[in-house]
């Protein structure tokens, strides 16, 4: 009988590194907003590094018993199978940060917040939510990136790494 952890093992490390990308994902995006002020180009940035690196983990790490074939082939699978994923974080980007940013800081009472005491002056958390325009591209970033671990879960689990023949 296998234990707890042998029966789960793939799904709780998947989980893990997903944690992982989210954090390589959120601070490339970050980072590029903070140097360059362009969402757009943050998200692109952020999504290649965030693919290059949860390749690299469920390849070595989570999906160990995965079928043998060719590092590329897998490789062009995964790519593949994360476009959907990343043009569905440029569209929604483009639609809940850039085009109707306002419409969602008005929406979700972001604009009535006082970013000028509490938890929001602290450097780090401001750099991410200091204010009504990163609050809002902050919360539309974790919508995306939670849609993109159970999307990309799945699209690894059917298409990429396929389990042996039993």
Request: hydrophobic share 60%; charged share 15%.
């Amino acid at each position: 009988m296998k234990s707890s952890w042998e029966q789960h093992k793939e799904l709780i490390l998947y989980l893990i590194f997903g944690v992982l990308t989210t954090i390589v994902y959120f601070v490339a995006r970050f980072l590029t907003v903070h140097i360059s002020q362009n969402a757009l180009l943050a998200v692109i940035i952020a999504q290649v590094s965030a693919i290059l690196f949860a390749f690299i983990t469920n390849k070595i790490w989570v999906f160990t018993r995965a079928e043998k074939s060719s590092l590329l082939s897998q490789f062009m699978k995964f790519v593949a199978a994360r476009l959907f994923v990343f043009f569905l974080d440029l569209f929604v980007t483009w639609l809940c940060i850039e085009k109707f940013g306002s419409f969602f800081i008005k929406l979700f009472l972001l604009d009535h917040l006082n970013y000028q005491s509490g938890i929001t002056t602290w450097p780090l958390i401001k750099s991410f939510i200091g204010s009504p325009v990163l609050a809002n591209t902050f919360i539309w970033s974790m919508v995306i990136q939670v849609a993109a671990i159970v999307l990309n879960y799945v699209f690894s689990k059917l298409f990429v790494f396929k389990n042996k023949k039993q």
